[in-house]
Structure formats: structure tokens, C-alpha cells
């Protein structure tokens, strides 16, 4: 090889080892992001990630801010202990026995305590209490403790009504902390929304899910349900009586119920149907809810098309319970309720505040359509049966 080589290469040689320096010179430069004018690795990582992430409000309105709400309304989720005492129990048949009371003489039989354990939420700065009527149902003493205080309050029930699943307590405190009321009414199925409580003993547990439907009805533990609201957030025993917030941290449900058939099956009473009653409940009247003996659910315009009805708003009919006034008025499955004594009706919602208005023994004059025909009975409201009837 030497033999060929020319010694006046040798400066064509340096040029080139030169010219290749700067090439790897300047790939690092590239590189390493000291090229003028070049952007760095994590420079390109970061825009990259940017190019595919929402922008602006989009981002921010698609991550709801839940340790805020969280922060701002578990003090106001109060813990509710009750404790009731069943009077010594039936005695034992033989203890009626004559010769058995000659030798023994009357023998008690021991009193059985039960406590239960619910949730409420503080509505009123002065300690009104928001909760379940099941939670307080036969209890001779109820107790509520409250965040961030050392002793728990003795609590005194205002009113209740059985029917609504609905229990007002006062518990003898100043200053603090509440919950504002939402409006159910403007929830639609999909927002998120908060669940706080106290399930299985664990206080103050938030779960967050969404607004799964409306207007359902249920069947649980000796009561029926008219339109509830229904979600995925997790509601175990213990959360009754509990908050169900929007991302505003207003109450717009109180939870009161899980289906024991499936996961992901909660079920919250609609804060516009409290309403109906709170003053009520707060001034201790007692409470006679008016029926019309109907399951209910909003109707919708996909309902509508499948009934081959012109009407899209209302109270879709899905059952009509035996022996009740809607049964003996001729109401049948599937009618779309629009107005209760001129009262119009667009939602499931509205026609349970309809009825909650009127008397037991009143007469409610009920306008509907079946099918494509505009209809008109009257029904004579009774009261709400209570379990066993």
C-alpha cells in the first residue's frame, strides 16, 4: 500500500479528516441540542406530549378538581350511632304454665340492645341534619359526631317520613360547618359526581363515579323508591344518609340504597324531592304522603319513538301497582303522564312533587297520552302503604 501511496495527498488527507471532524462535531451539536436554532430531546419529548394532550379548558374541564370538593365538604358528612333496646323479647310458652309461675315466678326474658351505624349531612350551621329515615328507624338514642370535634352530640329527630326514606335530626351546635342544595333537576346522566360517607365504619370516605340514570324505582328492605337517582359511585352499608355531590359540592341526592344484585348499582334520592318536604320535616308536622300508586321514570324522546307518541317530556308509566288509585283510575303501563291538575309535567320528578302536594283523599285529575291519544282520568289519592299492607 505505501508503495502506491503520493506524499502530495497529504494535504487533501488533512482537509478530509477535518471536514469529517466537524461533521461528527456538528451530529453532536445536533444531538445534544447546542445546534443553533435546535430544540433538545426533552424540548421535542415535551411537544410531543403537548401536540397530543387537551389544551385549555378542554384539559382542565376534563379533570374535576375532587380533592377540593372533598376538602370543603367532609366536614359537613356527619357520623350517625343509634341504639335501640327491644323490650325484654316474648316469654317462652311454658313460662304461661300456672304450676310453672308456682315454683319460678315471672322470669324476664333479657333485653337485646342493636346499634346501627348511618351517615348525615349538616344543612344548617345551628345542627340540622340531613338523613335517612332508616338510619334513626326505632332508635331510642341517636348520637352524631361531627369532624374535627372531641365529643359526639347527642341528637333529637325533628320529623320523618317513612314513605320518602327522609329523617330531620338537631343536634345543639353553633357555627357549623354545611352543604349547600343543588338542583337534581340539572344533573344530567354522565356528570360526575361525589359520594361521602361512612361506609362499613370507615368515616368520611369520598368515592366519586357518575350520574348513571334517573327516575329510577326500587324495592328495598320493605320500601318502595320513586325516582332516584342512580350511580356508579360506591355506596356501601353506612353511606346511607350520605351526600351525593355535583362538581360544585352542592347536594343534589342523599344516598339511601345499593342493589344486592350487582356492583356499581347506587341509589340516591333526588335533592328537589327533599325539598318538597324539608320545611315540613324541620317544623316536626306530621307527615301523611299522599299516593297514587304509579313506577315512574322520565320519558325521552327514544321512548317516544318506540311508543309512537308526539310527546317527549313527562312521566313514563312503567308499572301500575294492584289495588292502588292509579290502578282503579284505568292508568296503564306505558302512559306518559303531562299534567297533574293543570300542573304541567315534564319529568318523573315533577310528578312525584305533584302528588307530595295533595292530600290523602284529594282528587288528582291526571292528563296523559297512550300512544298518540291525549287521555284524561281522576284518581283518589290514598296514603303511602306501609311495609306489609
Known amino acids: 500500500m505505501l508503495r502506491n501511496f503520493r506524499w502530495r495527498q497529504i494535504p487533501a488527507l488533512i482537509l478530509a479528516a477535518f471536514l469529517i471532524g466537524a461533521a461528527f462535531d456538528a451530529g453532536a451539536k445536533v444531538v445534544d441540542g447546542a445546534w443553533p436554532g435546535a430544540a433538545s430531546n426533552d424540548q421535542v419529548l415535551a411537544e410531543g406530549r403537548a401536540s397530543s394532550a387537551p389544551t385549555g379548558a378542554t384539559a382542565a374541564a376534563s379533570v374535576p378538581d375532587i380533592a377540593s370538593i372533598a376538602e370543603k365538604a367532609r366536614p359537613a358528612v356527619v357520623w350517625i350511632e343509634t341504639t335501640s333496646h327491644t323490650g325484654g323479647g316474648p316469654d317462652l310458652p311454658f313460662m304461661d304454665d300456672p304450676l310453672f309461675r308456682q315454683f319460678f315466678g315471672s322470669v324476664p326474658m333479657p333485653q337485646q340492645v342493636q346499634h346501627g351505624l348511618g351517615s348525615g349531612v349538616l344543612i344548617d350551621s345551628n345542627g340540622i341534619i340531613l338523613t335517612n329515615q332508616h338510619v334513626i328507624d326505632g332508635a331510642d338514642e341517636i348520637s352524631v359526631k361531627v369532624m374535627d370535634r372531641s365529643q359526639p352530640f347527642p341528637a333529637r329527630v325533628l320529623g320523618q317520613d317513612r314513605s320518602l326514606d ?224
Not at 236 to 245: A, D, K, T, V
Request: glycine share 12%; hydrophobic share 40%.
Open 166 to 389: 327522609l329523617a330531620v335530626l338537631k343536634i345543639d351546635g353553633h357555627g357549623l360547618p354545611t352543604l349547600p342544595l343543588g338542583d337534581s333537576d340539572k344533573m344530567r346522566v354522565g356528570d360526575w359526581v361525589v359520594a361521602v360517607g361512612n361506609p362499613l365504619g370507615l368515616d368520611h370516605t369520598v368515592t366519586v363515579g357518575v350520574l348513571s340514570a334517573k327516575g329510577r324505582s326500587l324495592d328495598a328492605s320493605g320500601r318502595h323508591y320513586d325516582v332516584l337517582l342512580q350511580t356508579d359511585a360506591a355506596i356501601n352499608p353506612g353511606n346511607s344518609g350520605g351526600p351525593l355531590l355535583n362538581l360544585k359540592g352542592e347536594v343534589i341526592g342523599i344516598n339511601t340504597a345499593v342493589s344486592s344484585q350487582g356492583q356499581g348499582l347506587g341509589f340516591a334520592i333526588p335533592i328537589n324531592t327533599v325539598k318538597t318536604v324539608l320545611s315540613q320535616l324541620e317544623s316536626g308536622a306530621n307527615i301523611q304522603q299522599a299516593w297514587l300508586g304509579v313506577g315512574i321514570s322520565d320519558m325521552t324522546a327514544d321512548y317516544a319513538k318506540v311508543l309512537h307518541t308526539p310527546v317527549t317530556e313527562g312521566a313514563l308509566v312503567v308499572q301500575v301497582y294492584p289495588n292502588s288509585p292509579a290502578e282503579r283510575a284505568g292508568l296503564h303501563q306505558f302512559d306518559v303522564i303531562t299534567a297533574v291538575n293543570g300542573t304541567p309535567v315534564k319529568s318523573a320528578n315533577d310528578l312525584v312533587a305533584a302528588v307530595h302536594k295533595l292530600r290523602v283523599g284529594s282528587s288528582a285529575t291526571v292528563q296523559f297520552y297512550r300512544g298518540a291519544e291525549k287521555m284524561t282520568v281522576t284518581a283518589v289519592l290514598e296514603a303511602m302503604p306501609q311495609q306489609g299492607d
